[in-house]
């Protein structure tokens, strides 16, 4: 039996606490100029101590729920996309999975870093097509303030909190229409956090605080992300024209144009969350479109392009039918 899988909704969540670029004159030595100019930020939320990513995910299903008029009793695996989990173990999907009352699923948490939500769709549309569910709530979880390095002004101007989540479920007709994902991890020193693991390639780190170096990371994503948006269009049998809506991980504003550049896609048809929320890792990608469904720039049929890239290094991307 061939089974086809769509996505049936979204929502997202950003904590209310908000960190401006003003802020950080006062915390490092920066401006809100230089930042804006270099990255597209103007300000990024913070979660409070006592929020966690299990929370931010938390809010985002409920505002999924309320705002798509879905159902989540039927719902039979749980996947969460987030590299700040609550604990090492348990997963956060388990813990949203008893939270929301989910019963009778299977619960994982993927660690893809920035790629994490198109891995989770990704994930979800395979375990639909396979037969082997019919209804999977993938969720998009960060809580990067945590480990960011407040004195180091070369990533604390970019990193923020949020999150996000989708409802995939079986269908007469399928959402996904492409998908590829692939991973380099020569470059696992360009962006990384320490953990059990203190040393990586020739860095000694146990600060256990994201590192980035910035340069190398910027070089491999305006290269890389054009070749993948190609893959994905040739797999769809598409052209870049027939792209409804392009949304890329908001990494930082000139990457994202500098891909779009090379592709061929207007800033009108771009959406990004980078410039109030930052670069928020999985929860980017659903903290943009949310808003682009409810005041209705997204319409039904709508073709979309999702493009996940970030630590490992690892990228993931998509196209689908809204």
């Not at 979660?47 to 798509?68: K, Q």
């Not at 079986?170 to 020193?189: H, I, V």
């Not at 550049?261 to 800033?267: A, N, S």
Request: charged share 20%; hydrophobic share 45%; proline share 3%.
């Amino acid at each position: 039996m061939i089974s086809f899988a769509r996505i049936s909704g979204v929502g997202a969540y950003a904590p209310e606490r908000a960190l401006t670029n003003t802020d950080l004159e006062g915390m490092v030595e920066t401006t809100n100029d230089w930042i804006v100019q270099r990255t597209g930020i103007r300000e990024r939320r913070l979660s409070r101590p006592d929020e966690f990513t299990s929370d931010l995910c938390y809010m985002a299903v409920n505002d999924l729920i309320s705002g798509c008029d879905v159902s989540l009793v039927d719902v039979d695996h749980v996947i969460v996309a987030t590299v700040t989990p609550d604990y090492a173990f348990p997963s956060v999907a388990a813990l949203l999975q008893h939270r929301l009352g989910i019963h009778n699923a299977g619960a994982i948490d993927i660690g893809a870093a920035c790629a994490g939500f198109a891995h989770g769709l990704v994930l979800a549309n395979a375990l639909i097509t396979s037969n082997t569910c019919n209804k999977v709530l993938v969720a998009a979880g960060e809580t990067l303030s945590k480990i960011v390095d407040y004195s180091d002004r070369t990533t604390c101007i970019l990193f923020g909190d949020g999150g996000g989540a989708a409802l995939v479920e079986r269908s007469a007709k399928g959402s996904f229409l492409a998908a590829d994902y692939q991973a380099d991890g020569s470059y696992a020193a360009a962006l990384y956090c320490t953990d059990l693991r203190t040393t990586i390639d020739r860095y000694d780190d146990d600060s256990r605080k994201i590192r980035q170096q910035g340069r190398a990371v910027y070089k491999w994503a305006v290269s890389t992300m054009p070749l993948a948006v190609n893959r994905l269009l040739t797999k769809a049998n598409l052209s870049i024209d027939e792209i409804d809506w392009f949304v890329p991980h908001s990494a930082n504003l000139r990457i994202v144009e500098s891909i779009c550049d090379t592709v061929g896609v207007p800033p009108s048809k771009t959406l990004t969350s980078i410039t109030d929320f930052g670069n928020s890792s999985a929860a980017s990608i659903p903290l943009a479109i949310t808003p682009a469904i409810r005041d209705r720039r997204i319409k039904s049929g709508d073709k979309i392009m999702i493009l996940g890239f970030g630590g490992g290094l690892v990228w993931a991307g998509a196209i689908f039918e809204m």
